[in-house]
Nanobody, 122 residues
C-alpha cells in the first residue's frame, strides 16, 4: 500500500531553518505530484507548496515565497521542504501529500502522510 512518511520536524528559533523530508513507498513516484500542507492549532489545513512529478515545476503560497523551497529526489522516492527564515506563525503540523499527474492547491490529494510538528519559538 502507499505510504508517505514525513521526518525532520522539531523546535527551532525564529530566523532558523529546518528541512523536512517525505519518503514515499508503494507508488511510482515520478507519476505523482507532491505537495506540502500545514495545519496550525485552531486553523484549517492550508496549502504551502507543490512540485510536479519531474520536478521541473513548482508552486508556492505567497506567505512562503522566498523562504521555503520544495524539491524532490526521484531516485530516492523522497520530497523535501527546505524552510528558511522561519517565523513563529510557521508553527504547525506539516503534511506531505501525493496525487497523480498534476498538482493543485486544494486538499484533493490521494495520499497523505501522518504529519510532522514544526514549532518556531520567539
Amino acid at each position: 500500500q502507499v505510504q508517505l512518511v514525513e521526518s525532520g520536524g522539531g523546535l527551532v528559533q525564529a530566523g532558523g531553518s529546518l528541512r523536512l523530508a517525505c519518503a514515499a513507498s508503494g507508488l511510482t513516484f515520478t507519476n505523482y505530484a507532491m505537495a506540502w500542507f500545514r495545519q496550525a492549532p485552531g486553523k484549517e489545513r492550508e496549502f504551502v507548496t507543490a512540485i510536479s512529478g519531474s520536478g521541473d515545476s513548482t508552486y508556492y503560497a505567497d506567505f512562503v515565497k522566498g523562504r521555503f523551497a520544495i524539491s524532490r529526489d526521484n531516485a530516492k522516492n523522497t520530497a523535501y521542504l527546505q524552510m528558511n527564515s522561519l517565523k513563529t506563525e510557521d508553527t504547525a503540523v506539516y503534511y506531505c501529500a501525493a496525487r497523480p499527474r498534476y498538482y493543485i492547491t486544494s486538499s484533493n490529494y490521494d495520499y497523505w502522510g501522518q504529519g510532522t510538528q514544526v514549532t518556531v519559538s520567539s
